[in-house]
């Protein structure tokens, strides 16, 4: 496969929002559903947000675990997985989280859309690439970082990225956990927004592979089915 093997993981409230209508972040799962998804970064190549999700909650992506950040070490590689920011237009701040907290590599992806000075300075704190021309072309991204030796990627929202993600027929694998509230707002993100379908024919099919009780909620995991064909795993 030209790509990595890639999976998204998000935890949305029982009526399918991320966060509020003025897109604050809101405690969804728990301490069961933490300890999980540290282990799935833990365990992956590369984690990657878009870059509303860095505007919005200013993200650090690190391994929480002391013990795991070690057992990365053991393994040879760093601390943390590399940290991906798709950022078409370079509008992430100097200041980010992403850019100041925990060891190992970032990388921000622009298109050729974005300002020549602001991919400069980025340059300063990141590896910068450049993939697509008004937005980022995600399949050539995703080329890119598997020629960089990423082979798991786990992507962490939010909404839009999710979509064009899937949309572009890129992600292999689904893992959501539903939490036992209600949010509402017809302005708060869902799991997934963008453009959407307009037939149901044009629907992107799940495969059921798992679920699981945990906390206050569930984690259900799909397998993405496209054309009626599972992508083959890398």
């Known amino acids: 496969m030209e790509r990595p093997y890639t999976f998204i993981n998000s935890a949305m409230s029982a009526d399918g929002k991320i966060s509020t ?13 933490f300890e999980r998804v540290d282990e799935l970064r833990a365990t992956s190549d590369a984690v990657m947000v878009g870059i509303g999700t860095v505007l ?15 057992r990365r070490v053991a ?18 701040p100097l200041n980010a989280d992403i850019f100041n907290k925990g060891v190992g590599k970032r990388i ?34 995703c080329r890119e970082l598997k020629r960089r030796g990423i082979e798991r990627l786990m992507v962490e929202g939010g909404a839009t990225l999710n979509w064009a993600m899937v949309r572009a027929g890129l992600v ?13 707002g017809k302005e708060a993100p869902t799991f997934m927004d963008g453009e959407g379908i307009s037939d149901r024919d ?19 995991t799909w397998r993405v089915i496209y054309n009626n064909l599972m992508p083959t795993s890398g």
């Open 202 to 220: 044009e629907a992107i099919k799940l495969e059921l592979m798992k679920f699981e009780r945990m906390d206050e909620g569930i984690v259900l």
């Open 21 to 33: 209508k003025k897109r604050k972040q809101v405690k969804i799962s728990g301490r069961m559903d």
């Open 75 to 92: 393994q040879g590689k760093d601390e943390n997985p590399v940290r991906i920011v798709v950022d078409s237009k370079a509008r992430i």
């Open 108 to 141: 921000v992806v622009v298109s050729k859309a974005a300002p020549e000075d602001k991919v400069k300075a980025l340059m300063e704190k990141a590896e910068v690439l450049v993939a697509g021309d008004g937005e980022v072309d995600l399949a050539e991204m």
């Open 172 to 184: 292999d694998e689904i893992s959501v956990f539903i939490g036992n509230l209600i949010i509402g």
């Open 56 to 70: 919005a909650d200013d993200p650090s992506l690190t391994v929480k675990s002391e013990e795991r950040r070690k």
